[in-house]
């Protein structure tokens, strides 16, 4: 059964530490972060892109593959399904769909316009019972084609945001989404402290998860953020698993052409990031 995101997000920032949202592709992707999470025992939200709920054939296809695994696999820990940097219409779709939790990214938008589509959709997401997540400043590199340099949020403005009754909030801290390049300056702890300061128990998220190190990740999470993002990563392990698969001539070997054995290695490498990234943000025994 699908839980919105509010109750373990709270819990992980009263707890001081941080659930991880990992992006999902496929049935693969699905399953390994799923089993993960139980064997574990951590809180876990997937996290789907508009493009890779339209890659997975549409948001019913995606609720209705979370939903099975969750029964067949006999997954007991908090899962939620999230939309990720939703666009005003699809967080509307991902309601009807049934996601139990959705990120309005307003960013691009001018504040005022941000504020009038973050209220509506607040009202929206809470009559179903769904988490909201709203963003303050774009977070830098490419997701889905929408590429920002790692703005710092002004914390004003995710004050204004805040206020608006929205569960979490997504602030800029010199943070990006895919590699980080050689010259990246890091993380801006006293935007991000300015920001705690104004917020109060609201919990913050990191979007970018990956190739931030691991002393700033902590840090991070003892200036309130309590939710990580994290996709690429699992993308590099899996794709760096299955390279090999073929550079040792696997698939050439008996019946190693099934695609249920070319995935498998991929499959565990997933397991073993999203183990080695539950561990570093301390969700590891917190169902």
Known sequence: MLVSAT??????????????????????????????????NSPVILGVSEGAGKYMGGYKT????VKGLIEEQKITVPVALHLDHGSYDHCYKCLEAGFSSIMFDGSHYPIDENVAKTTELVKAAHDKGVSIEAEVGAIGGE????????????????????DLGVDFLAAGIGNIHGK?????????????????????????????????????????????????????????????????????????????????????PGFEAIKATVKEKMELFGSVGKA
Request: charged share 20%; aromatic share 6%.
């Open 7 to 40: 109750e373990m997000l709270n819990k992980a920032k009263a707890g001081h530490y941080a659930v991880g949202q990992f992006n999902i592709n496929n049935l693969e992707w699905t399953k390994a972060i799923l089993l993960t999470a139980q064997e574990l």
């Open 62 to 65: 995606v609720v209705g593959m």
């Open 143 to 162: 997701e889905d084609g929408v590429v920002g340099m790692g703005e710092c949020a002004d914390p004003k403005e995710c004050k204004a945001i805040a």
């Open 180 to 264: 980080y390049p050689a010259n990246w300056a890091g993380l801006s702890f006293e935007t991000l402290d300015a920001i705690q300061q104004l917020t109060g128990e609201l919990p913050l998220v990191l979007h970018g998860g990956t190739g931030i190190p691991a002393d700033m990740i902590q840090k991070a999470i003892s200036l309130g953020v309590a939710k990580i993002n994290v996709n690429t990563e699992c993308q590099l392990s899996f794709t760096a698993a299955t390279r090999k698969y073929f550079e040792e001539g696997k698939d050439q070997v008996g019946k190693g052409y099934d695609p249920r054995k070319v995935l498998a």
